[in-house]
């Protein structure tokens, strides 16, 4: 494979014992799977959710567990490993880097959780994956003794067939809102929600990202968090994981959960078209598709587009770390830059990914080819809200205009 761009000592970040030993051999098993789920790719996308061979595989490699607490066996790299890990598996399936990175997060979130809530999913099983909504406006909680009741319909919750518990993002609601609404996050037992079957999408098929349903189920206090306990600083969970990745303001750095699925789906992308050029012929003329300066200029382009998008997303994730472990809390402009950035970023690979298509002509057209399937998980991949261009770039005007955040969770 061609690897234009990459460099491959790019990915190395210390792990939490030192040293780079650890780091590099989880990113050469995730490496590893590249090929099974390219050859599997097409399953999965007709299952509609992870194969259970891929699950399998994931849970065997401990991808899963990458920033998970090391207290609890967990590997606890730095917040970087989920761009790192998520590019190198959308090489071959931009769904299962999907969900792996939407999962691999829940393990971070959690440690911030109270160590009653932690030790409630952990103590059960190490291994259990967590689902997630963060869409506050499709449920409503309001207080009870102990805890909260919570009903809700949420869309979008990938690998909820795969998972055992869910985080919820709601509104709480009170009889007296002259204080103002509360947002917050719940964390419920798979037996407390309903999975609904609605999961038909043109990209990025095999994530199984149904919708989940909640009616009236209790939820204990510790098995919730505030959002405004999560934007940066010790959390609940900081006395049990002292670990600053754990202090790292959480919905500023939203993006960089997913935006590794978009990078390595475009490098995927160009890598495909590189070599493919370097042997097609033109069919009407005979031309070596290499030997046009448009095929070479469209290759730059879309290879400036992948580096600087690899370059921003690794960047910001590492500097956030860098201000954790000084005891930092970004303020809201910085915060705003980081939504900025990540949505950038994206968007740049979904550039490089249209421009690719576009030059690969009625090829990219057949089902049997990786090209169609790369264009249109771009393209569901880039239509997240956390990608949203013109919200995070608005957001980020405002701030710099002296005006208020509109981003609530920030």
Not at 47 to 71: A, I, K, N, V
């Amino acid at each position: 494979m061609a690897a234009i761009g990459r460099d491959p000592n790019a990915g190395l970040s210390p792990s939490p014992n030192g040293g780079d030993n650890a780091y590099a051999a989880m990113l050469a098993r995730a490496e590893a799977l590249i090929p099974k789920l390219s050859a599997r790719a097409s399953r999965t996308e007709e299952l509609r959710r992870l194969p259970p061979e891929t699950e399998s595989e994931l849970h065997e490699s401990g991808l899963f567990r990458m920033l998970q607490p090391q207290r609890v066996g967990g590997s606890e790299f730095d917040y970087v490993a989920l761009v790192d890990c998520a590019e190198r598996l959308a090489r071959g399936d931009a769904s299962v880097a999907w969900n792996l990175a939407n999962l691999s997060s829940h393990h971070w979130m959690l440690g911030m959780f109270d160590k009653r809530a932690q030790d409630l999913v952990w103590g059960e099983n190490p291994d259990a994956l967590i689902a997630s909504s963060f869409i506050f406006p499709a449920g409503r909680a309001r207080k009870v003794d102990g805890g909260y009741v919570l009903s809700g319909n949420w869309p979008f919750s990938s690998g909820v067939d795969s998972s055992q518990w869910n985080m919820l993002a709601s509104v709480v609601t009170s009889d007296d809102e002259a204080d103002g609404i509360e947002y917050r996050i719940f964390l419920l037992r798979k037996s407390d929600y309903k999975t609904v079957d609605r999961w038909n999408a043109t990209g990025l098929r095999g994530t199984g990202s149904n919708d989940v349903q909640v009616d009236d189920a209790f939820v204990a206090e510790p098995l919730t968090v505030a959002v405004n306990a999560l934007g940066g600083g010790p959390t609940p969970g900081s006395a049990v994981n002292p670990n600053p990745l754990y202090t790292l303001p959480v919905f500023s750095l939203f993006p960089y959960v997913l935006s590794g699925v978009a990078l390595g789906n475009a490098q995927a992308c160009l890598d495909d078209y590189v070599d493919l050029a370097q042997d097609r012929a033109s069919t009407y003329n005979r031309t070596k598709i290499g030997d046009l300066q448009s095929t070479q200029i469209k290759i730059a382009e879309a290879s400036a587009k992948i580096d600087a998008a690899r370059l921003i997303m690794r960047s910001t994730c590492i500097e956030a770390m860098a201000a954790a472990r000084r005891g930092r809390v970004p303020d809201i402009p910085t915060k705003a830059k980081a939504r900025r950035d990540g949505a950038f970023s994206v968007n740049l690979c979904t550039e490089a990914v249209s421009l690719l298509f576009s030059a690969s002509g009625a090829r990219g057209l057949y089902m049997s080819g990786a090209l169609q399937r790369q264009f249109r998980d771009a393209h569901a991949i880039n239509s997240h809200l956390a990608f949203n261009f013109d919200a995070a770039g608005t957001n980020y005007g405002r701030v710099a205009l002296g005006l208020p955040s509109e981003n609530l969770t920030l």
